[in-house]
C-alpha cells in the first residue's frame, strides 16, 4: 500500500498547492507558547533557564516505516514521540518541535492531515505544554519527516551519558520488548504470500490491533520521568530506541563503566535486544530510594573487557545499521 | 550525473556503515560554541538572551538541486547559508545548526566528507562563531538534507515582517537576481541534447564557472546585516528566497501596507522576480540614515488594492510551488 491508496484519498498536494496545504495542516498542530509562532522567517522561544537542549531526528519512508503497516496518524506521532523522548532523556521539558516535511505530489492532502493530527495526538498524550512553531513543507519522491525538538532544563544540570559511576544501580522507566514484539508480528503476519508487507494482510491478520505493534507504531516514551530522574540525582540516562542491550552500551562507553544487568529482572530476547521502546535506562546513586516509574534492573560496574554484561555475562552491543542493513523495500 | 559518479568515489557509506560515516563527518564540521555537542541524546545551547530563535528548511534531490550543477560541497555550503539567513532576518546572530541527512546506499563516503566541507566553509565565511551542536544519519532513495538553526537576539526585539509603516523606507542588503540568471544559465547551458541536465555539458560549456551561477549554488546572505538593520530601528525584515516580488509581497501581507519600488534602481526581470539570492529586505523609519549595506530601493505606502507596486504599477507576487510545479525530474 502507499500513502495515496487512502480510503477516502481526496486531493493531491499537487492538485490543491502549497498554500493550502500549510493552511490544512497548521490549524491541526498544537501551538505551544511560544514568544513568535510559525510565519515569520524563524519562531522565537523563550529559554528562562538561560540554555536550551536541541535534538533532531528524521523518519524516511522505507528504512523508517512502511505504509503497510502504519497509518499516517502513526508517523506523525512517532515523529514527535521519538524526538520528545530524547529532551526528556537530558532531564528537560518539551518546549517546542519544529517539522520539515516532504510528500510526494501525489500524496493526498488528506494524508498530511492525518500526519498532523498525529502529532498533535501525541504532544497532547506526552507533553501537552508543548507546541510545533515552525515547520517546511517540501516535495520529493520519498515521504520523509525530520522533526528538531526543544527543551528547558528548568535551572538543572542535563543528565548525560557520561556520569555512570561503579556501585551506581541501573533503571529503566517505560516497558522493554514491546515495540520489538510488535515489529516482529508485522514481518511475520503484515505479509502478503511474497513477503511484502501488506495492508490487507495486516488488517486480516489481526496484527493491526495488536497492542505490542501499536506500541512500535506509536510510542509512549514516559517524558516526565526525565525531568523525576534528574531530580532524583541520576548520573546518567539516555532513551531507549535501539534496545537495553545497544543503548546499554553506548551509556557504558560514555562512562567508561561496565552495566551488569540483573537476570532475574531482564530476560534474553526482545526485552535486552529489541529497539523502539523509548524507555528511559538511567543511573541512580546507590542507596536512593528510585523515583516513580522507574525500577532496578542492575547495577554499575568498574569497566571491564565488556559494555554490558547480564548475571556477569557478555551482551552483545552491536546494532542495525541503516546504510549497512536496510534491504532497499519499502511497502 | 548522480553523487555517485565521483571522479574517486571511494567506499560508498552502505560498505562503511554508520558509525565510520559520522566519524568521518564530524571532524570535517565547525564545532561552535554550544554548552554540550553533539554525541549525547540532545545538544545544549546557551541562551544568554533568555529567548532563542529558531528556522528549519529541508533540501531534496530533485526539485532544490540537481547533481548535475551542484558539487556536494555546493549543497553543504547551500544548506547552511539559507538557514543561516533566516536567523539574520530575525536580527539574530546565529549560533548553533542541527543537521539531518538522508543519502542512498551507494553514496559515495566521500559526497558525506564534501557536503560537510560545504557546510565548515559557509559557516567559516558566513558566521563563524555558529557550529553544528547536532545531527542524524539516515538512508533513503532520495538524497535529503534538512538543516534547523538557532540564534541569539543580544537583547533586541525579533524584528518581523509585520512592523512596516507608510513612510517607512524600502531597503535591500545583497545582490538581486543573480542566482536568477545563474539558474538560468545552468538551465540554458547545463544540458545534453535531450534537454537534461548533464555535468559534462555545464563544464563545457563553461557554465560551472559562470560567477552568477556560483551564487546560485553558494548563496552569500549578508548575515551580519541583519543585526546591524535590528540596531538601526528596521521596523520589518525578512530573507529574499523566492525574489523581491513575492517576498515583497509576504512582507507588505503581513504589515498590512503597501510596498512601491522604485523603477530606477529595481528593473524588471531577476532583480525583481528572481529567487535564491538570499539578501535582506527591510524597511525602516524615513529620514534616518540606513545601515552600512543596504541601499534604498522603494518607500511603504498605505495599503491598497496591490502587495506590492513599481513606480505606482502593480507586480505580480506569486511564484513557485514546490507541489504543483516540480516536474518529477532529478538529474
Redesign the interface.
Known amino acids: 500500500m502507499d500513502a495515496k491508496d487512502d480510503s477516502q484519498p481526496g486531493p493531491t498536494?499537487?492538485?490543491?498547492?502549497?498554500?493550502e496545504?500549510l493552511d490544512r495542516i497548521v490549524r491541526r498542530l498544537p501551538a505551544g507558547d511560544p514568544?513568535?509562532g510559525p510565519?515569520?522567517?524563524?519562531?522565537?522561544?523563550?529559554?528562562?533557564?538561560?540554555?536550551?537542549?536541541?535534538?533532531?531526528?528524521?523518519?524516511?519512508h522505507?528504512?523508517?516505516f512502511r505504509w503497510a503497516w502504519s497509518s499516517p496518524e502513526d508517523i506523525g506521532w512517532k515523529a514527535a514521540a521519538t524526538n520528545l523522548s530524547?529532551?526528556a532523556?537530558?532531564g528537560?521539558t518539551p518546549t517546542?518541535l519544529?517539522?520539515?516535511?516532504?510528500?510526494p505530489?501525489d500524496t493526498p492532502v488528506s494524508v498530511l492531515e492525518r500526519f498532523a493530527d498525529g502529532v498533535r495526538l501525541a504532544v497532547e498524550a506526552l507533553a501537552p505544554a508543548c507546541g510545533v512553531?515552525?515547520?517546511?513543507?517540501?516535495?520529493?519522491?520519498?515521504f520523509?519527516v525530520?522533526v528538531?525538538a526543544?527543551?528547558d532544563?528548568g535551572g538543572r544540570a542535563?543528565v548525560?551519558?557520561?556520569g555512570a559511576e561503579p556501585g551506581d544501580v541501573v533503571a529503566v522507566s517505560g516497558e522493554l520488548g514491546r515495540a520489538a514484539r510488535g515489529l516482529a508480528r508485522l514481518f511475520r503476519d503484515g505479509v502478503d504470500a511474497a513477503g511484502e508487507p501488506s495492508r490487507a494482510a495486516t488488517v486480516a491478520s489481526g496484527a493491526d490491533a495488536d497492542s505490542d505493534a501499536l506500541r512500535q507504531r506509536r510510542p509512549v516514551p514516559p517524558i516526565a520521568d526525565g525531568v523525576a530522574a534528574a531530580g532524583a540525582g541520576a548520573t546518567a540516562?539516555?532513551?531507549l530506541s535501539d534496545g537495553l542491550a545497544i543503548d546499554g552500551g553506548r551509556l557504558a562507553r560514555?562512562s567508561r563503566v561496565t552495566l551488569d544487568l540483573d537476570p532475574t529482572v531482564v530476560e534474553e530476547g526482545p526485552a535486552l535486544h529489541g529497539g523502539e521502546d523509548h524507555g528511559l535506562l538511567a543511573t541512580f546513586p546507590p542507596g536512593m530510594p528510585l523515583p516513580a516509574g522507574f525500577r532496578r534492573i542492575g547495577s554499575v560496574r568498574e569497566r571491564g573487557e565488556h559494555d554490558v554484561l547480564r548475571g556477569g555475562r557478555p551482551v552483545p552491543t552491536s546494532g542495525w545499521?541503516?546504510?549497512?542493513d536496510?534491504d532497499?523495500a519499502?511497502g
Chains 1, 2 share one sequence.
Open positions: 498536494v499537487g492538485e490543491v498547492g502549497e498554500l496545504v514568544v513568535i510565519g515569520d522567517d524563524c519562531a522565537v522561544l523563550a529559554a528562562p533557564d538561560g540554555r536550551y537542549v536541541v535534538t533532531t531526528d528524521m523518519m524516511v522505507g528504512p523508517d530524547d529532551v532523556a537530558m528537560a517546542g519544529v517539522i520539515a516535511l516532504a510528500a505530489q512553531v515552525g515547520g517546511d513543507l517540501s516535495t520529493s519522491s520519498t520523509t525530520s528538531t526543544f527543551g532544563l542535563p548525560l551519558r557520561s540516562m539516555l532513551d560514555a545499521d541503516p546504510y549497512a536496510w532497499g519499502a
